[in-house]
């Protein structure tokens, strides 16, 4: 194959050079040498939890001063009726309070959602073990 490597790690020409830049023609490496690398540094990096966390909070705390100052600059009453009730509220609040309803309707129709999934995976989960129960015995 060639010259055994030096010190440098080039082959010896077959001239008996083995000053550093005599090497094969190409100028590529030869000999045994295997880089040692460690898997490890290969994997993704997982972010942590504590992080997404601190800025999950943040952003809450700025979208809660957004709304504070949005109240505070439309605290005009207004009259509102709902069926029999009547009733009078600052314009701010009764639009958070309707902000909140229908965070809470999404949520139900979510949560309604989440639970037919939820009973349709354990379902299938043991349609799964049964076929595995009858192919195995």
């Given at each position: 194959?060639?010259?055994?490597?030096?010190?440098?790690?080039?082959?010896?020409?077959?001239?008996?050079?083995?000053?550093?830049?005599?090497?094969?023609?190409?100028?590529?490496?030869?000999?045994s040498?295997?880089?040692?690398?460690?898997?490890?540094?290969?994997?993704?990096?997982?972010?942590?939890?504590?992080?997404?966390?601190?800025?999950?909070?943040?952003?809450?705390?700025i979208?809660?001063?957004?709304?504070?100052?949005?109240?505070?600059?439309?605290?005009?009453?207004?009259r509102?009726?709902?069926?029999?009730w009547?009733?009078?509220?600052?314009?701010?609040?009764?639009?958070?309070?309707?902000?909140?309803?229908?965070?809470?309707?999404?949520?139900?129709v979510?949560?309604?959602?989440?639970?037919?999934?939820?009973?349709?995976?354990?379902?299938l989960?043991?349609?799964?073990e049964?076929?595995?129960?009858?192919?195995?015995?």
């Open positions: 194959m060639g010259a055994p490597p030096t010190e440098t790690g080039r082959a010896a020409s077959s001239t008996g050079d083995t000053s550093p830049g005599a090497g094969t023609d190409t100028g590529e490496f030869v000999g040498y295997e880089p040692v690398v460690d898997p490890a540094l290969d994997a993704p990096v997982k972010r942590g939890v504590s992080g997404t966390v601190w800025a999950a909070l943040i952003a809450g705390v979208v809660l001063i957004l709304l504070l100052v949005f109240i505070i600059q439309n605290n005009v009453g207004t509102f009726e709902y069926m029999a009547t009733f009078s509220l600052p314009l701010g609040v009764a639009m958070l309070l309707s902000a909140i309803a229908g965070a809470l309707i999404m949520a139900l979510g949560s309604v959602r989440m639970f037919t999934l939820g009973r349709r995976v354990r379902k989960e043991r349609e799964r049964r076929i595995k129960h009858t192919l195995e015995g």
